[in-house]
Antibody
Framework: QVHLQESGPGLVKPSETLSLTCAVSGVSLTSYSWSWVRQPPGKGLQWIGVIHYSGTTTYDPSLKSRATISVDTSNNQLSLRLNSVTAADTAVYFC????????WGQGALVTVSS | DIQMTQSPSSLSATVGDRITITCRASQRIANSLAWFQHIPGKAPKALIYVASSLRGGVPSRFSGSGYGTDFTLTISGLQPEDFATYYCLQYNSFPYTFGQGTKLEIK
């Protein structure tokens, strides 16, 4: 059974880079696509992007090229980097298996504040 | 981008009720529509994919229907654990987009 667990610093300063990892167990990263989704406080879910099993990536254009999704196959981890963050990037960040979001982690809260 | 309009935004119901949530896409998306359940503090749970197929382990009281632009999620015989927020997602074209969510509360 697949298990996903997000982790990262809970607090990031404005203009800096948000970095999150998602530890995946129960399945090999190379067999699937992997996605990131976020939920700002009091708001709904927002799709961030996906890394396809081929290694190519697709992102929400509204992020203006600030997001980078990558995989570390040696550690079976998925990563998200979001640069030049502002308060609007404060959210719970979720990783999910497959482009269809079949399984999700519990999420990691990231607050952007000085 | 494809806009997903979900309604209602909130709904009060009683255990045993049958409820329906709708999602309308701003353009045709075939059956590339999924439904999710989210309880705050927990991992969101995938319920339905390709508009009407139940994910493994999801109770049969959940059902989905629709094609093109109009989709529904129905829960027949609400259980206490069903009170949560529900989201639709279109994955027909990038960027994928969610509906605004429907908060299902106990009456």
């Amino acid at each position: 059974q697949v298990h996903l667990q997000e982790s990262g610093p809970g607090l990031v300063k404005p203009s800096e880079t948000l970095s999150l990892t998602c530890a995946v167990s129960g399945v090999s990263l190379t067999s699937y696509s992997w996605s990131w989704v976020r939920q700002p406080p009091g708001k709904g879910l927002q799709w961030i992007g996906v890394i396809h099993y081929s290694g190519t990536t697709t992102y929400d254009p509204s992020l203006k090229s600030r997001a980078t999704i990558s995989v570390d196959t040696s550690n079976n981890q998925l990563s998200l980097r979001l640069n030049s963050v502002t308060a609007a990037d404060t959210a719970v960040y979720f990783c999910a298996k497959d482009a269809g979001l079949e399984s999700w982690g519990q999420g990691a809260l990231v607050t952007v504040s000085s | 981008d494809i806009q997903m309009t979900q309604s209602p935004s909130s709904l009060s119901a009683t255990v045993g009720d049958r409820i329906t949530i709708t999602c309308r896409a701003s353009q045709r998306i075939a059956n590339s529509l999924a439904w999710f359940q989210h309880i705050p503090g927990k991992a969101p749970k995938a319920l339905i994919y390709v508009a009407s197929s139940l994910r493994g382990g999801v109770p049969s009281r959940f059902s989905g229907s629709g094609y093109g632009t109009d989709f529904t999620l129905t829960i027949s015989g609400l259980q206490p654990e069903d009170f949560a927020t529900y989201y639709c997602l279109q994955y027909n074209s990038f960027p994928y987009t969610f509906g605004q969510g429907t908060k299902l509360e106990i009456k």
